[in-house]
């Protein structure tokens, strides 16, 4: 289900979904009724502007985490020309898996997006590198990062973008058991309980950052 006031955009999204295999069941200008709507037609996934009628402030991701709430196995692709921190941690905290939160002009091939939706559909959490940057870059009272190495910021970085130690050991050109070893030391740095979960890692360390630059 697509959610967006601009239709040019809307349709455009439309025909880039399609081509590439998705089906797209509904499509809406604004995000009044669309939890009933989601109720009546069971996407697999919905992706949601964030500035939509009538205030064209945070409709769209309100709207976003009653939809968590309300069906926790509909996947919920926010898609956004801004970077909207604190609304996008409300619906992060809020939800168990099945979200994201992505800038529109960053999205520069269609197999970005179209991963995006099969990791939000099957439960993952897909976060955009800027919207992090800017939690990271957000003033603090106190830093608790100035405990860790610089490699360790390097492997928290990817951590709170969703990456697997499988994944990080990859872009980082070492191994899992090294990356394990960085992630069970920067989780005991930060007071975070370190979980296998991805979507759990991301939180921790998302709700930790933004929790300190209170």
Not at 121 to 145: H, N, Q
């Amino acid at each position: 289900m697509l959610v967006d006031d601009a239709p040019l955009i809307r349709e455009g999204f439309a025909r880039l979904l399609r081509d590439e295999g998705i089906a797209v069941v509904a499509q809406h200008s604004d995000a009044l009724g669309i939890v009933t709507a989601v109720a009546d037609l069971r996407p697999d996934v919905v992706i949601m502007d964030v500035r939509m009628p009538p205030t064209h402030t945070t409709e769209g991701l309100q709207a976003a985490v009653e939809l968590k709430e309300r069906h926790r196995d509909v996947g919920v692709l926010v898609l956004s020309q801004y970077v909207e921190t604190l609304h996008a941690m409300n619906l992060l905290k809020g939800a168990h898996g099945g979200v994201g939160y992505l800038l529109k002009e960053r999205i520069t091939a269609h197999a970005e997006l179209v991963d995006a939706i099969s990791r939000v559909a099957d439960g993952g959490t897909v976060i955009d590198p800027e919207v992090v940057r800017k939690i990271l870059e957000s003033p603090r009272r106190t830093d608790p990062l100035d405990r860790l190495t610089a490699r360790e910021h390097e492997v928290l970085a990817l951590v709170a973008e969703g990456h697997s130690n499988t994944a990080i050991a990859t872009l980082l050109a070492t191994s899992s058991r090294t990356i394990e070893t960085h992630t069970s030391r920067i989780f005991h740095k930060l007071d975070l309980e370190a979980t296998p979960s991805t979507h759990r890692r991301v939180l921790a360390v998302l709700a930790h950052l933004r929790a300190s630059a209170g």
